[in-house]
């Protein structure tokens, strides 16, 4: 499990202050240090090639974390799809469930697949902000499916309905088969060097920087760090789609316990019509 993961756990504006302040103040003490203890007067001649090396140290450096952030955010957005997805074909089972010819066959079915919805909600998107499984949905999930395929058609119409419903439940299956891969869809370790290593290289050459003001040079060097601190906390805020403030939800899979409830006040007649 990534250290982003356990950073992720922190409330996101106490992470945000801490990630720029930590930037901030490594950039300007090191500059601080560098100012006080190195010659700067033998660098004023090497400047121009100094500031040319910054340029280039800095934008190939901006680049690197450009590349990142779209990385992490096309991760995101198709989590987000696949979701958004499975959530559809999820609501489409429901329908197909709740309004299956054969009353008997059809209740037992639903009571099976709400025991799965509940469990997804309950229990799998949950231990997925833990970056663990859930035993109990998958279990859950095979008893829906061996009661589609025990199904006893008596009609061709039926016959239909059962194909239909084979056909959202495979979708649904595969959907969410994605969802949990995409789990695991993080910055790999080792990448997390360069990352570290490219903000390192880009802060001391720019201490190497012949400001003549040791304020402003610190300044200077502080904001560098705040920068790279925010586009930091971005890539690590966008790194896993089920933790943290911006996890993905079963808003889809909530919405068909509303429709069921919706439903059960309908034909208790507690809806009253609108006047």
């Not at 469930?97 to 799965?116: A, C, G, H, N, R």
């Not at 789990?183 to 290593?197: D, Q, R, V, Y």
């Not at 316990?257 to 059960?264: A, G, L, N, V």
Request: with cysteine; proline share 4%.
């Amino acid at each position: 499990m990534a250290i982003t993961y356990y950073m992720l756990q922190i409330p996101p504006y106490l992470f945000f202050i801490l990630i720029i302040t930590f930037g901030g103040a490594f950039a300007g003490f090191v500059t601080f240090l560098f100012r006080k203890y190195i010659r700067v007067k033998i660098l004023r001649s090497h400047n121009e090639v100094t500031g040319f090396l910054f340029l280039s140290i800095s934008s190939f450096y901006s680049l690197l974390l450009s590349f990142v952030v779209f990385v992490v955010w096309d991760q995101l957005n198709s989590t987000r799809s696949t979701v958004s997805k499975e959530g559809s074909y999820a609501m489409s089972l429901y329908r197909d469930i709740k309004f299956y010819p054969d009353t008997v066959e059809s209740k037992q079915l639903m009571f099976v697949y709400l025991d799965f919805v509940f469990n997804v909600i309950d229990e799998e998107f949950p231990n997925m902000e833990h970056m663990q499984l859930s035993r109990k949905t998958t279990e859950s999930f095979d008893r829906v499916f061996y009661k589609i395929e025990h199904l006893n058609p008596k009609t061709p119409f039926q016959t239909q309905l059962t194909a239909e419903m084979f056909n959202h439940l495979n979708e649904l299956a595969t959907y969410r088969g994605l969802r949990i891969t995409s789990m695991e869809t993080e910055i790999p370790a080792p990448m997390w060097f360069p990352i570290m290593l490219g903000a390192i290289i880009t802060i001391f050459c720019a201490m190497l920087l012949d400001i003549e003001h040791t304020i402003m040079h610190v300044s200077l060097n502080s904001f560098l760090g705040v920068i790279i601190g925010i586009l930091l906390f971005i890539i690590i805020m966008l790194d896993h789609p089920f933790t943290g403030s911006l996890e993905i939800h079963p808003k889809s899979y909530k919405q068909i316990f509303t429709m069921e409830q919706w439903d059960k006040e309908l034909s208790t007649g507690k809806i009253l019509n609108p006047k």
